[in-house]
Structures are given as structure tokens and as C-alpha cells.
């Protein structure tokens, strides 16, 4: 697909486009997750900024953006940690906002999560924390909920170490067993919020590759937030960018990988939204990421003046007269 150059307001383009477009091969397809205006405040401040987002079964969604950008707001407000302040939500078909919670939770039965530290109970053996869900949720037997600890923990290649405790495992081998107690309920969603982040590149490869094999054998439909890029790159099937609480682009991989390849000469054509995309998974050190942070005046930023908007700072020498 063509990189479209920048027309009138080119950040409400992408917004629209973000909005609106069924990804290709889904026409006529229910999404297994929609957003629609998600609005999450903090002390008045939005946080997440009239999202849209639609995620279809069987597809590996990544949400990218930089620190503070709302990917882990965005994420908890979608596993239902945060009541949003407005819009709309549906999984599975069905409307969130409202629901009770005992319905709530029925849905949240459908979804398995791995939180960034694995979120595991020191006090119980890998097995035992598998086990928990089924022996919450489920009315099963001792002996089935064992086959079916063994299953998840074969899953993630870690059955042989069943009986050790969290401090026992490395953070790749929590991350795992993290994993297994996600799938323990057969959910149809994962969510995952940054998945590698703190493993070695090795390390982080093979969870990449569990989480493909995982979108493989059993057919879930993965929503992972990372900043890694090489993990984006390479388990997602579609792109999110969110930007200061805005989703700039929903797009597929391919789309993403054309834009990081679009040549810096061809860049200064492409809309404001898209370069800072380009820079973001680039890396680069220069675009309008870093010219956003450099328009913020570093003097008064440097002697901590508060300056509320629309009032002229104190000048440097009156600052230094006073003290
Ligand atoms: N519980 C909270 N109370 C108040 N503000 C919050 C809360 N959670 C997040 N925020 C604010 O919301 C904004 C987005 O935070 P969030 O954690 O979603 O960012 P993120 O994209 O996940 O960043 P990172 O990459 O650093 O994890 C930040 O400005 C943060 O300070
Ligand atoms: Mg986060």
C-alpha cells in the first residue's frame, strides 16, 4: 500500500482511517473486540482519548507507543481493571459498559492475561499457580485439574519444573509459567502487557515464538502491548499506535514495515502522524517526537519555573535578582 503524502489535516486523517477501515480478508467479520470513543480520565486529564480499536479472532494485535503513550491504560481499561469514563466497549459480541459484575466476570473467564512481572504466588509451586484459576473457576477434580496443569505446562515447556517455586525460576521461566496460568481456563483472548521487556534478546525470541506457536496450536486471539520493536515486528499480524492518548494508526505489519523503510528524503512528505510513527519505529533520534519534547522551553524547565499558559515567564536575570 502506498504511504499517502499529507493533505489538509492529515492527524484527523489517520485518526478516521484508524477508525473506520476493515482489515482485508475480515469483511463481513464480527470483531472479537471493539472500541469505540474509549475515554480513560485520570485527576480530569484523558488519558485515552476516544480510541477505536477492533481486534478480530485468531489475530496477533500489537499496541505500540512510547512511555506514558496509554498502552497499559488501554489494556486494563480492556480486561475491565478500569471502568472507562466514556465510549464504548464489546467482547465477544457483547457490551461491557454497564454489565454486572457477576456477568463481568463471566466474560473475564473468556480471557487469559500475562502481567509484565508474571504476577505469580511466591508461596506456591509452579503447578499450584496453574492450578488456581481451574480450582476457582471450575468445579473439576483434583485429578483432571492435574492432566490439565500438565497440558498447559507442557504448552510452555516447562513440565518438568512443575514443583518449584517462583524465587526457583529465571525471568523468561516466570514469564512462562505466567503464560500457563493464563491458558489455564482454555481462554480465547491473551493479553499480554510487554511480554520481554527485562529478558535477554534470546530470551525474549522464545517468548516471541510461544506466543506465535500459542496464536497456532489453539487458535487465541493475542492483544500484546511492547516497545520492542523486533517483538512487534515479529509476532503481530496488526499494528496499533497510540500517541498521548490518541491511536494514530491501526494498520497492518506489512504497512508498519513499509513506513520504516520509507526513505528520509520521501519522509518530509508523508503526514505528521506518519513521520512520527517512522521515527518511533526507527528509533531515530531526530522527527517530531523529539522535536515535541525540544518545543518545551528548556530555561524555564531548568529553573523549575511554573509557568501557567497565556502569562510571560520571569526572564532569567529578574529570577536571579530575587534570589
Ligand atoms: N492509576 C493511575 N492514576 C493516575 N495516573 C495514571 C494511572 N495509571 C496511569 N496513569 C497515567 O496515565 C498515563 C499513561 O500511562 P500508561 O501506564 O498507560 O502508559 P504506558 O504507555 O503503558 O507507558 P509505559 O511504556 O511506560 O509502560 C501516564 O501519564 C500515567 O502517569
Ligand atoms: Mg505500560
Not at 534478546?201 to 487465541?220: F, H, M, N, W
Request: proline residues 5%; aromatic residues 4%; charged residues 30%.
Amino acid at each position: 500500500m502506498k504511504i499517502e503524502p499529507a493533505e489538509t489535516d492529515p492527524a484527523s486523517q489517520s485518526r478516521v482511517r484508524a477508525a473506520a477501515r476493515v482489515p482485508e480478508g475480515r469483511e463481513g467479520q464480527q470483531p472479537i473486540i471493539s472500541c469505540r470513543g474509549l475515554v480513560k480520565k485520570f485527576a480530569g486529564r484523558a488519558v485515552l482519548d476516544g480510541i477505536n480499536l477492533d481486534v478480530y479472532p485468531g489475530e496477533t494485535m500489537v499496541i505500540m507507543g512510547g512511555s506514558g503513550s496509554g498502552k497499559s491504560t488501554l489494556l486494563r481499561s480492556l480486561i475491565g481493571t478500569f471502568q472507562p469514563d466514556g465510549g464504548e466497549l464489546t467482547m465477544f459480541g457483547q457490551r461491557l459498559n454497564g454489565l454486572r459484575e457477576r456477568k463481568l466476570d463471566e466474560v473475564r473467564k473468556k480471557f487469559g492475561i500475562l502481567f509484565q512481572s508474571g504476577a505469580l504466588f511466591n508461596s506456591m509451586t509452579v503447578a499450584e499457580n496453574v492450578a488456581l484459576p481451574l480450582r476457582e473457576h471450575t468445579d473439576l477434580g483434583q485429578e483432571i485439574i492435574d492432566i490439565q496443569v500438565k497440558i498447559k505446562l507442557e504448552l510452555v515447556g516447562l513440565r518438568e519444573h512443575s514443583e518449584r517455586l517462583p524465587a526457583e525460576l529465571s525471568g523468561g521461566m516466570k514469564k512462562r509459567a505466567g503464560l500457563a496460568r493464563a491458558l489455564a481456563l482454555d481462554p480465547k483472548i491473551l493479553f499480554y502487557d510487554e511480554p520481554s521487556a527485562g529478558l535477554d534478546p534470546v530470551t525474549s525470541a522464545e517468548i516471541d515464538r510461544l506466543i506465535d506457536d500459542l496464536t497456532q496450536k489453539l487458535g487465541v486471539t493475542s492483544v500484546v502491548v511492547t516497545h520492542e520493536m523486533d517483538s512487534a515486528f515479529t509476532i503481530a499480524d496488526r499494528m496499533a499506535m497510540l500517541d498521548k492518548g490518541r491511536m494514530i494508526a491501526v494498520e497492518s505489519r506489512e504497512w508498519f514495515d513499509r513506513l520504516r523503510k520509507v526513505p528520509t528524503e520521501e519522509a518530509a512528505a508523508m503526514s505528521h502522524d506518519e513521520r512520527l510513527i517512522r521515527q518511533f519505529l526507527r528509533g531515530d533520534a531526530v522527527g517530531p517526537i523529539t522535536e515535541r519534547r525540544a518545543a518545551t522551553n528548556y530555561a524555564d524547565d531548568l529553573l523549575g519555573i511554573y509557568q501557567p499558559r497565556g502569562v510571560p515567564p520571569p526572564s532569567v536575570e529578574a529570577t536571579r535578582a530575587v534570589e
